[in-house]
């Protein structure tokens, strides 16, 4: 007689439905109501027209102050809404330089670290796994990324080029380590925060002469020039494992 308790046991794996889809499918359905219907309100003119009443609040409640434009900000990264310049302006505007920044770059951590793991769960996750089990060039190609993943990191978010939720969304659909997307977005955003926290330092007197603050400084050559210079830094080691792959192959 056969002991039915010894008997194999098969585990069903279950299958992943739309439920980890559903925080990247919000991010993407509340990026798209908010560029319709906010466009017009995370703007200057908007900032200019309440410079008064948010100067008195920071001057009555600055904590309170701090954690309402913290919780925006991340909000604004998060489901990548327009205004994330005017979010960054407005630190400097607010806190000054070195508050500003602070909280600028703590802000957009959060925001791109929540939007990386809406997206790791959902789509992520399934192209990691298709990745891992790929030959060729993708296995080629993956290979490559582990090997200068905190390079590439750092390479995405000092070129100014490379749109942000651009910077949030590919390092989370090619599998790479969470700590090290973390560490590289807060260290490498921070050059262009201070550029944009600077300008919002001056905005005052900017608003005070019926002006509008001029974003077009992040390309001036003495402040692009230092970035590209960073840029240069984070690809050398690309550069240098590249060059002695090849020696390597020659010999």
Same mark, same amino acid.
């Given at each position: =007689?056969?002991?039915? *308790? ?7 794996? %279950? &299958? ?5 889809? /559903? %925080? ?5 359905? #509340? ?5 319709? !219907? ?7 003119? !908007? ?7 948010? =100067? ?7 904590? @309170? ?6 919780? +925006? ?6 489901? *990548? ?19 500003? !920044?602070?909280?600028? #770059? ?20 399934? /192209? !990691?796994?298709? =990745?891992? *089990? ?5 296995? =080629? ?7 200068? $993943?905190? $390079?590439?990191?750092? /390479? ?6 490379? %749109? ?28 262009? @925060? +201070? ?14 002469? @019926?002006?509008? %603050?001029?974003? *077009? ?28 792959? &090849?020696?390597? &192959?020659?010999?």
């Amino acid at each position: =007689m056969t002991d039915m *308790s010894e008997a194999p046991k098969t585990e069903s794996q %279950p &299958k992943p439905g739309l439920a980890r889809h /559903l %925080p990247l499918i919000a991010v993407v359905a #509340v990026a798209l109501i908010g560029a319709v !219907t906010l466009k017009d309100y995370l703007t200057f003119d !908007t900032l200019r027209d309440n410079r008064e009443a948010l =100067m008195a609040f920071r001057d009555q409640n600055y904590l @309170g102050l701090a954690a309402l434009f913290i919780g +925006i900000y991340i909000v604004i990264v998060v489901f *990548s809404l327009p205004g994330a310049a005017v979010a960054s302006v407005t630190g400097g505007f607010l806190f000054g330089l070195v508050t500003g !920044t602070a909280f600028n #770059v703590i802000s957009a951590t959060i925001g791109a670290a929540g939007i990386f793991l809406a997206a790791r769960w959902g789509l992520g996750a399934t /192209l !990691t796994a298709k =990745m891992e *089990s790929a030959e060729g060039r993708v296995q =080629m190609l993956k290979q490559a990324l582990r090997q200068n $993943e905190i $390079e590439v990191l750092l /390479l995405l978010r000092l070129v100014p080029a490379v %749109p942000f939720f651009v910077a949030n969304l590919l390092p989370a659909l090619v599998g790479v380590k969470f700590r090290n997307f973390l560490w590289t977005t807060a260290v490498g955003i921070i050059p262009g @925060g +201070i550029v944009f926290t600077w300008i919002g330092v001056g905005l005052g007197e900017v608003f005070d002469r @019926g002006e509008s %603050p001029d974003l *077009s400084l992040l390309w001036e050559p003495h402040v692009i020039g230092p970035i590209l210079g960073l840029c240069v830094l984070a690809a050398m080691p690309i550069i240098v494992k590249s060059i002695r792959g &090849k020696k390597n &192959k020659d010999v």
